[in-house]
């Protein structure tokens, strides 16, 4: 059966649980970023205009199965309520009597938030039981958090199994949309700009994402790992050896597809990266012994915006280089306006989740790109073409 939509179902007066993504940072008792909460307004203001009772599930941080009163989600139920602009009461427990009657107590058009669900093990292990009493307060459930799809957990899973009607939520069904036109149907040409730390991580998406792409680039430390298996001298750089010959074996693809990699032809090094001591640039394979590369140099960045420049479809994810110290920022900040001005020209710029999220954010470009994925391993997942468990169980 066709996946249902949110706004095909019946919500007046009916009870709609909503696992949402409210996994924020604190800053004590207050919520220092909103920005995870923002992005479930839409489909939480879509069920109270149409009556339904709702009652929202989230976890916070990582209790590991014991209640921890720091990770409650206390301040959470506080600047929510601001956000909606009336009080949204916070259940003791997200299971059992407690929770049950809180939940038959929401009236239409209301809000209940339950506490944080790792507060129980079961959650995380997809406990069928845990997942029944999660069923039983709803008549509808409704997935909005991405973040948390590609985990069979109960509450993105295992619930879905006990409710017979079950939608994702605005903000699931956008990343759907974004991130599945990018593996079927993207406009070309389609530029894949890959950064971060490790090669690893990123294995399964450049081998997904080769046969689709018409060139991808590769920055951030992942970088040296790819100049190693061409021989170039790296320094003191992170390299991971035992990924060199991936690494050399994904050049040797793209190249049997007819594709290109693009590495960078020049990084900036310096001897001291704790202390972020000024950088200087240097070509490919030029690093001396004691240096390590942290960013993309000048005429790499010149080159990636170019390419850019061109393209009709757009994947980022990962930084250029140590973004969050200043001295390194440069590369990370050139691409952010390479993709925001490419965005401008027409194209669909998709960021990917974690921290090319939040280069963009810090850089106050997030609002100038096609979509922000509010999903780091998520999205990874899914650009690496796997089925989410999150996605899987709304059918479709």
Known sequence: MPRKALTDLSLQDRRVLVRVDFNVPLDGTVV???TRIQAALPTIRHLLDHGARVVLASHLGRPKGVRKEELSLAPVAVRLGELLGFEVPLAP???????????????PGHVLLLENLRFHAAETKNDPGFARQLAA???????????????????????????????????????IRFLGELLT?????????????????????????LPRVDALLVGG????????????ATGRSLVEEDRVEVARGLLERAAELGKEIILPVDCVVTDDLEAGAPG????????????????????TRERFAEKIASARTIFWN???????????????LAMAKAVAGATAGGAVSV??????????RQMGLADRVSHVSTGGGASLEFMEGKTLPGIAALGG
């Open 32 to 34: 220092k970023d909103d």
């Open 93 to 107: 427990d997200c299971v059992g009597p407690e929770a049950e009657a809180a939940a038959a107590r929401v009236a």
């Open 137 to 175: 307060l709803a008549d509808v459930y409704v997935n909005d958090a991405f973040g948390t799809a590609h985990r069979a957990h109960a509450s993105t899973a295992g619930v879905a199994e006990f409710v017979a009607e079950k939608a994702p939520g605005f903000l699931l069904e956008k990343e």
């Open 185 to 209: 149907e993207p406009e070309r040409p389609f530029l894949a700009l890959l950064g971060g730390a490790k090669v690893s991580g990123k294995i399964e998406v450049i081998e997904n994402l």
């Open 221 to 232: 430390a992942m970088m040296f790992t790819f100049w190693r298996a061409r021989d170039l």
């Open 280 to 299: 200087r640039v240097t070509a490919a394979g030029d690093l001396g012994d004691g240096e390590i590369g942290v960013d993309i140099g000048p005429a």
């Open 318 to 332: 990962g930084p250029m280089g140590v973004f969050e110290k200043a001295p390194y920022a440069a590369g990370t």
């Open 351 to 360: 960021v990917g989740g974690g921290d090319s999220v939040a280069a963009v």
